[in-house]
């Protein structure tokens, strides 16, 4: 997948030097991520509800009830999907320079319904996201419970980044002034695994690791 030329939805105006339409950087922002935010409409108005996700190939996955008001919804109409990373606050001379550093993307389009055959590909896949190594010792799901769960997917054709990185801008007038300027940086962090009520398996190498991940 090649760059590609933004649209009139993603075409980003407001600091357009941040602004990224390169796949890999959207894979990536998204495969740091374990929720989106995704904007609908209904009769009742506008929502926008975080939710689980996980990216394969060039499409952003997400599951729900077949009852889900949202699931429903989704595949009948176009939405919008958000997912941000906040990476530090960055703190000005003045007021009105103060900043964040970030990884953002932005993806519009339509949600398409993931049919059986690649129903519990795409929940493997899912369970491999949020914990590798995970997806070879949980239980399977049943043929009940995939029946009860919807998987949608939507195309990341129509998408833009925008990032922040680096200390803060300050006017020049503002340099002299005696007022601590840089970064705070911010990360997720894993905690200690905490075992279940009566659970004696001991525990694997990816929860033994949990706080050593790199990405902590």
């Not at 922002?29 to 689980?52: N, V």
């Not at 007021?95 to 953002?104: E, I, K, W």
Request: net charge neutral; hydrophobic share 40%; charged share 20%.
């Amino acid at each position: 997948m090649n760059t590609q030329s933004p649209s009139p939805r993603t075409q980003v105006k407001r600091s357009a030097h941040n602004a990224s339409y390169e796949p890999a950087l959207l894979h990536a922002i998204l495969d740091a991520a374990w929720i989106c935010h995704i904007a609908f409409g209904d009769a009742k108005g506008i929502h926008c509800i975080p939710t689980a996700c996980w990216r394969s190939g060039e499409y952003l996955y997400i599951h729900g009830s077949n009852g889900s008001r949202m699931v429903r919804q989704l595949l009948e109409q176009e939405c919008c999907v958000t997912v941000t990373h906040v990476d530090g606050l960055v703190l000005a001379r003045a007021a009105f320079n103060h900043s964040m550093n970030y990884r953002s993307a932005v993806i519009y389009g339509r949600f398409e319904l993931v049919e059986d055959a690649g129903k519990r590909a795409a929940l493997d896949a899912f369970m491999a996201h949020l914990v590798p190594g995970r997806e070879h010792e949980a239980r399977p799901g049943n043929d009940r419970e995939f029946a009860a769960t919807t998987v949608l997917r939507l195309p990341l054709a129509e998408a833009a980044c925008k990032t922040r990185t680096g200390p803060p801008k300050d006017d020049e007038a503002d340099l002299a002034l005696p007022v601590w300027a840089g970064v705070l940086p911010l990360r997720a962090a894993g905690g200690v695994p905490v075992p279940a009520e009566g659970c004696t398996t001991p525990a694997p190498a990816y929860v033994s690791g949990w706080q050593d991940r790199p990405d902590n």
